[in-house]
C-alpha cells in the first residue's frame, strides 16, 4: 500500500522529443517551459511553482481548470514573459500515457507566443470563449506541423479524445452552453485536418453524432477549412487576417445559435 501511494505520487516523466523542444525554446527564445503537476499537491519545477500557485487562486481559474487535463500560464513582468505548463492531475487517468501528446500541444502554444505570432485578445464572457477557439483553430495548424517535424505522437490522443466526445455526443452528455456550438465546430476543423491524410477508425460515428447535435457547427468548421486551406500561416499579416476571418465565422454561429435558442 505505502509503495502504490509514493508511486502516485512521483510525477510522470518528461518524453524524449518533450526535452529537445523544452531545450530548443530555451535556446532559439531564451523561454523557460517549468512544468508543474496540479493534485493532492503542487509540484514540479521549482521556477514554475509560484506563476503556478498565483493563478490557480483565482477562482475562475480553478473552476475552469478543473475541467482541463493541462493549461499554459504566461505572466509578463518588467518586459518579459514568463511561463509554465500545469498539468491537472486529478484528471491523470484521461491523459495518462499521452504525455507526449498534452505536452508538445501545450508546448506549441508557447512556441507560437514566443515567435511573436498574433494571438486573439482575450475578453470575458461569450466573446472571451469564442477568442479562445479562434486562437486555436489557427494555431493548431502550425503546431501539428511542427509536431509532426519533431515526430512527436499527437493523433493518437487527438482520436481518444474525439471518439470520447463521439460517445458523449451520443449520450448528449455535450455542453449546451453558447460557446459549447463554437467549441464544436473548432474541434471539428482539428479533426477533419489532423486526419485528412491519416487513418481513423471513429471518423464515420464522430462525424454522425457531431451532424445529429451541432449541425451548424459542421457547416461553419467546413467554411473555416476552406478559408485557411493554402494559407501561410506562418506569415504574420496572413495570420492576423485568418484569426480575423475564423472569429467572424464563429461569432456567426454563436449568435445564429443564441437567436434559436432565445426562440
Ligand atoms: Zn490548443
Redesign the pocket.
Given at each position: 500500500m505505502m509503495v502504490l501511494m509514493a508511486l502516485l505520487l512521483v510525477p510522470p516523466g518528461i518524453p524524449e522529443a518533450i526535452s529537445a523542444w523544452r531545450s530548443d525554446l530555451e535556446r532559439q527564445f531564451g523561454v523557460k517551459t517549468p512544468i508543474v503537476y496540479v493534485g493532492e499537491r503542487i509540484q514540479g519545477d521549482p521556477e514554475g511553482l509560484d506563476l503556478a500557485r498565483n493563478q490557480l487562486r483565482n477562482p475562475d481559474f480553478q473552476r475552469q481548470f478543473a475541467m482541463m487535463q493541462a493549461a499554459m500560464v504566461s505572466h509578463r513582468t518588467g518586459g518579459t514573459d514568463r511561463w509554465v505548463v500545469i498539468l491537472n492531475m486529478d484528471l491523470y487517468e484521461s491523459w495518462k500515457g499521452y504525455e507526449e501528446a498534452l505536452l508538445g500541444?501545450?508546448l506549441?502554444?508557447i512556441w507560437l507566443r514566443a515567435r511573436r505570432l498574433p494571438t486573439p485578445a482575450f475578453r470575458g464572457g461569450d466573446y472571451g470563449c469564442l477568442a479562445v477557439h479562434t486562437?486555436?483553430v489557427v494555431?493548431?495548424v502550425l503546431?501539428r506541423a511542427e509536431m509532426d517535424r519533431r515526430g512527436i505522437d499527437h493523433r493518437g490522443f487527438l482520436m481518444k479524445n474525439l471518439d470520447d466526445s463521439a460517445r458523449a455526443m451520443e449520450e448528449r452528455q455535450a455542453a449546451g452552453d453558447p460557446c459549447a456550438w463554437a467549441r464544436q465546430a473548432a474541434l471539428w476543423v482539428d479533426a477533419r485536418l489532423a486526419f485528412a491524410a491519416h487513418p481513423w477508425p471513429g471518423r464515420a460515428r464522430y462525424e454522425a453524432a457531431a451532424a445529429a447535435m451541432f449541425p451548424e457547427s459542421g457547416k461553419a468548421a467546413a467554411e473555416i477549412i476552406d478559408l485557411i486551406a493554402g494559407l501561410d500561416l506562418d506569415d504574420p499579416l496572413v495570420h492576423r487576417q485568418a484569426l480575423m476571418d475564423v472569429f467572424s465565422i464563429l461569432s456567426k454561429l454563436a449568435v445564429r445559435q443564441k437567436d434559436l435558442s432565445g426562440r
Open positions: 500541444h501545450e506549441g502554444h486562437g486555436d494555431q493548431h503546431i
